[in-house]
């Protein structure tokens, strides 16, 4: 995958993932129709959906995703969010590089994006978890 295409498939998917968040397309319906787009699984998109919705709302995920999929979001809500929005998936994307490592999948550059996104958006250097 290029990163044209790479960053083609994040927007699709961030945009899709806005939508659900959102309440305007359910879930399921949701993936099944961005399945038909993009090259992901169905089961794929809805893990990077619910990513999304728990980063939104300050929530720790669990599943694997690739990092580019979450710098790519981070970067998306802080953007459009600003402070309070980005505050709340930085903690969310802090607990899950923080699951990650307790089984064993250190993530430093993910945390490294994280910790400057939190310098750009002025948050206090103290990691909330």
């Known amino acids: 995958m290029t990163d044209a295409s790479a960053a083609e498939i994040y927007d699709k998917l961030?945009?899709?993932s806005r939508l659900v968040y959102n309440g305007e397309i359910e879930l399921e319906k949701a993936a099944a129709k961005l399945a038909d787009i993009i090259p992901?699984?169905?089961e794929q998109?809805?893990?990077?959906i619910t990513m999304y919705v728990g980063m939104r709302n300050g929530r720790v995920?669990?599943?694997s995703v690739s990092d580019g999929i979450v710098i790519y979001f981070l970067e998306r809500i802080g953007e459009e969010e600003g402070k309070d929005g980005i505050e709340l998936a930085l903690n969310a994307v802090y607990g899950y590089a923080g699951f990650k490592y307790s089984v064993g999948s250190e993530m430093p550059e993910l945390?490294?994006?994280?910790?400057i996104l939190r310098e750009k958006y002025g948050l206090s250097s103290a990691k909330k978890e």
């Open 14 to 16: 961030y945009v899709v």
């Open 40 to 42: 992901m699984s169905v």
């Open 45 to 48: 998109i809805k893990i990077t």
């Open 61 to 63: 995920f669990h599943h």
């Open 111 to 115: 945390e490294k994006a994280c910790d």
